[in-house]
Each structure stands twice: as C-alpha cells, then as structure tokens.
C-alpha cells in the first residue's frame, strides 16, 4: 500500500498499532506498581535489607524475572534470589 501511494492508510494503520501497544504497556505497568505496592505491605516483616524487598520495584522495569535476572539486578547470589522470589510469590 504505502509504496502505491496510499500512505494515509499505512499511516492510520500504524498509528493506531501504536497507540494499542501503549494502552497495552499501561495496563501491564499498572499491574506491576499493584504489585510492587501490595509487596510492601506482605514483606514488612522481613528484615530492611532483606533480598526479597529489594526486588519489590523490579517488576515495573522487568515484568518477567528469573532467578537468574533477579541475582542481577539485586546483585544477589543465584540461592539468595530464588529465596527471595520464594518469598515473595508466597507472600503475593
């Protein structure tokens, strides 16, 4: 279509691709910051430090976490953050 002329088409179409994905992400960055806000509340009885509540803010920026990324993220060791995420899926 675009290279025969009909760019307003190609243009209406892509643009509303893009404005579905965006409405998309939001409610997936919503869920995440529900999720982050209802951690906080669930780990108040660990320790400050502990690994579990630093990856509580992970979600907005990475939705889907392995063991793996989180022992990135929270410079953690591999056991340390499987733990963590044991205790936070336990405590959602």
């Given at each position: 279509?675009?290279?025969?002329?009909?760019?307003?088409t190609w243009?209406?179409?892509?643009?509303?691709?893009?404005?579905?994905?965006?409405?998309?992400?939001?409610?997936?960055?919503?869920?995440?910051?529900?999720?982050?806000?209802?951690?906080?509340?669930?780990?108040?009885?660990?320790?400050?430090?502990?690994?579990?509540?630093?990856?509580?803010?992970?979600?907005?920026?990475?939705?889907?976490?392995?063991?793996?990324?989180?022992?990135?993220?929270?410079?953690?060791?591999?056991?340390?953050?499987?733990?963590?995420?044991?205790?936070?899926?336990?405590?959602?």
């Open positions: 279509m675009f290279r025969v002329g009909h760019t307003d243009v209406r179409w892509f643009a509303d691709a893009v404005i579905a994905a965006a409405a998309l992400a939001q409610v997936v960055l919503d869920f995440a910051a529900a999720v982050a806000s209802s951690w906080h509340d669930a780990v108040a009885d660990l320790r400050v430090d502990s690994a579990a509540r630093e990856l509580i803010n992970e979600p907005a920026a990475h939705p889907v976490v392995c063991a793996a990324i989180a022992a990135d993220l929270a410079g953690l060791s591999g056991q340390a953050a499987r733990t963590a995420l044991d205790q936070l899926k336990d405590r959602r």
